[in-house]
């Protein structure tokens, strides 16, 4: 339920900045970033077991985020653009008795080109900081460090694909794949003349 109200956010922040975006006339090299995704996969740091026999895992990539940041574009190579975002990713499960959550922010930052008018391509880096995890007292909380990783896109209208490849390690030295496949969602304020 949670992820779905999350989902829900992030295409009303796209829509929003497409729409605030159509009346701009003027070139601006800075502009003002939102982005959030939908990420799956990594390593099963945890499962939890319900009371009715089912179960579910807690994946070390997988969540929603939102993020906010800056887009950089200059003016003699308008096709290419540099990204840095800061954001707020997070994971829970359907236990309705405990509130138990897997939080990270990520910090990004992508180089970008315009393939196409609306065609976006981006490779860059990833780092996740204050990476936690909660069992709320149904298991073992563990924080994470994070290596900084590459990050993959490729977007049309603001909408896109992403591969993230990371690894986390626990307090007790334990390595997780985090690595995660996601569906993304950004636009920049003011929009794009393009």
């Not at 982005?35 to 319900?50: C, Q, R, T, V, Y």
């Amino acid at each position: 339920m949670k992820l779905k109200s999350l989902f829900v956010i992030l295409f009303i922040i796209a829509v929003a900045g497409k729409v605030l975006a159509q009346d701009e006339p003027t070139y601006r090299p800075i502009r003002f970033l939102i982005s959030g995704a939908l990420e799956f996969g990594g390593d099963e740091i945890d499962k939890i077991f319900f009371t009715n026999g089912d179960s579910q895992p807690v994946n070390a990539g997988q969540g929603g985020s939102i993020a906010i940041g800056a887009q950089i574009q200059f003016p003699k190579a308008d096709k290419f653009l540099l990204r840095g975002s800061i954001g707020y990713k997070y994971v829970t499960t359907q236990a309705n008795n405990a509130n138990i959550r897997l939080t990270r922010v990520p910090l990004q930052f992508t180089a970008n080109y315009m393939a196409a008018p609306k065609l976006r391509l981006s490779g860059g880096v990833v780092k996740h900081t204050g990476a936690n995890y909660k069992a709320d007292g149904f298991g073992t909380d563990k924080t994470f460090k994070s290596n900084a990783g590459p990050v993959f896109e490729i977007a049309y209208y603001g909408i896109g694909l992403s591969f993230t490849a990371l690894k986390y390690t626990d307090q007790n030295n334990e390595t997780y794949s985090a690595n995660a496949f996601g569906v993304t969602f950004s636009g920049v304020l003011p929009g794009m003349n393009k």
